[in-house]
């Protein structure tokens, strides 16, 4: 199982709890390492992936985070939160915002109103 990196041992055993009672262990490291993967894909934006696959796109791993993130002790919430925010930098650094109208996504997280591609 991965281990949640730059985080202290108390943030990892609330995550820990949080995914035993609401998701499935690992579920947060599961969701870092997507976004350290795509993350790690060249260029200046983030490509479209070819075939959309519900469950596997970054912005469900965004949702996984978002989850977490409600059910976490304030000082958890904040330790982690400051990864999250590291990654929402980027990712709407590296994504466009969406110029057509909402869709049914967007009543979700900001993070699925961004498009990759331009």
């Known amino acids: 199982m991965r281990r949640i990196r730059d985080v202290s041992a108390k943030t ?51 949702d996984d985070l978002e989850e977490v993130m409600l059910h976490l002790p304030g000082g958890a919430r904040r330790d982690l939160g400051r990864l999250v925010a590291r990654i929402d930098d980027e990712f709407e650094r590296r994504t466009l915002p969406n110029p057509g109208p909402a869709n049914a996504f967007t009543v979700g997280g900001w993070w699925w109103s961004r498009i990759r591609e331009r």
């Open 12 to 62: 990892r055993a609330a995550v820990r709890r949080v995914e035993d009672e609401r998701m499935w262990p690992g579920a947060v490291a599961d969701a870092l390492a997507r976004f350290e993967w795509t993350f790690g894909q060249p260029g200046r934006y983030l490509k479209a992936p070819q075939i959309w696959q519900p469950g596997l796109e970054v912005e469900y791993a965004r």
